[in-house]
């Protein structure tokens, strides 16, 4: 099955050749094989390829464990509008193009006070740059640009410095011991390991559909229930802010039967940054597509049967009705989606197994949606069901009228 590539990584040695981290690349189709990083791009790149760490199902998670090295530019780096990201498994590394201005040196002191590691890539150090030098804990130099010679002058100036040096497109067998004897203890180039491709399967989401969440968030109060009312009408947004709660920022460890749930353990400021991360690097579109719809109007049915049967909350009637769905939406096994989301275990064996009270309104839902009689239980009334079927109906055709309008 034909996975998204989502981003590059590049392995970082010491000097025993051990990985002690990674660098995440942006990788944009057709061509995979390079980063894509002009100032114009740098904004979304980075934006992309954090919320690809943070929000997608991969079919590899194994680098969360080592410190992650991500590209900032300036408009980035002084936005400040990110959301909380993980101090021990995140390096920012400073794109070598930011000045050492006022305002950016006074963003890294902040960043530095409140425990992040800096590095400072392709690094060359010029008059009214040492500012950089004191507050970075890493300092990249770029081997092929600099020559021998340029890399031991850079050397002797930087060596001064509190800073660990990393050794960039470390090409040669010469070139790694050159850098070894200058005094390096960082390694990372193709003589070492190329990237490797992370694939997995993208999310993307309805923008109108984010414009009314960040909407309805910037209201000086706004309840629960209504994010919890925006977010369900769509799918993939509903798996994003699962997968936050499941990702090494959170570490939450808490499982959820709910959207309310999850938008209460993460907060609404949480919720707000990540919503306008998820806002810059989602592609326009004017109406969720029918696969979509088709699996909301199986969750809003889910959970007018639990309405009408009392037998479980309806809020987690409608979570079992979207989830079970998923792997018709991306395309991939429903077991490898559900390992990467912090499900209860009677949500999560509903939607595997269709077992218990939640997997008999699953079951009860899809046979009537699809027409499949003989598949129904018996457990409700032909009255019951066509209602539930109805308001179900009526629900997702408001909700995508109230988009498209």
Known sequence: MKLDILLARQP??????????????????PDFTRAVLS????????????????????????????????????????????PSLPREHLVLEILEDVPPSPPVIARLKALRKAGFKLALDDFVLKPGYEPLLELAHIVKLDVRQLGPQLLEEQVDKIKSYPATLLAEKVETTEELELCRALGFKLFQGFFLSRPQL?????????RLILLELLAALNQEEVSVTVLEKVINQDPQLCVKILRLLNSAQFALRREVSSIAEAITLLGLEELRRWTLLISLTTPHSHQPPE???????RAAMCEQLAI???????DSAFMAGLLSGLDALFAMPLASIVEHLP???ALRRSVLFREGDLGLLINESQACLEARWDQLSGRFDDTTLSNAEQEALNWVLEATQAIRD
């Open 12 to 29: 970082i040695f010491d000097r025993d050749l051990k990985v002690v981290g990674y660098e995440l690349l942006y990788r944009s189709a």
């Open 39 to 82: 100032s114009a791009d740098t904004c979304r790149a980075t934006c992309e390829v954090l919320l690809n760490t943070y929000t997608s199902v991969f079919d590899s998670g194994s680098y969360r464990l080592l410190p992650a090295f991500v590209n900032f530019g300036e408009r980035l780096l002084l936005d400040n509008q990110l």
């Open 198 to 206: 992370v694939s997995g399967r993208q999310l993307s989401s309805n």
């Open 291 to 297: 696969l979509s719809r088709q699996i909301l109007t």
């Open 308 to 314: 009408a049967s009392g037998l479980v909350r309806q």
């Open 343 to 345: 499900l209860n275990d």
